[in-house]
């Protein structure tokens, strides 16, 4: 399944999978709007895949955000993958 991104007042929605397939261009397009606003959240809750291609991408935006003294946030009770890895 591929990942769709929506944005809904200021929260962006990912559903489907966050894998070596998608991360890439989730990557880039997130770079771009993280250039773009002082605080981005995504959230998490329709993911239904995590691999560690996808966890590596929350990473990079991470350190970029923080790079860039911009605020960057998960929400959601989605895929915990994401959750072991960061804690």
């Known amino acids: 399944m591929a990942l769709q991104i929506l944005e809904?007042?200021?929260t962006f929605h990912l559903e489907g999978n966050l894998n070596a397939?998608?991360?890439r261009s989730f990557i880039i397009h997130f770079e771009h709007i993280i250039s773009r606003l002082k605080k981005v959240t995504v959230n998490i809750e329709?993911?239904?895949e995590i691999d560690?291609?996808?966890?590596?991408?929350?990473k990079i935006l991470l350190a970029n955000a923080l790079r860039n003294?911009?605020?960057f946030s998960i929400t959601?009770?989605?895929c915990e993958?994401?959750?072991?890895?960061?804690?």
């Open 21 to 23: 397939t998608t991360s």
């Open 76 to 78: 959601g009770n989605g």
């Open 46 to 48: 329709k993911v239904k």
């Open 69 to 71: 003294n911009k605020l």
């Open 8 to 10: 809904n007042n200021g």
């Open 52 to 58: 560690r291609n996808g966890v590596a991408a929350f």
């Open 81 to 87: 993958d994401i959750y072991k890895d960061f804690n």
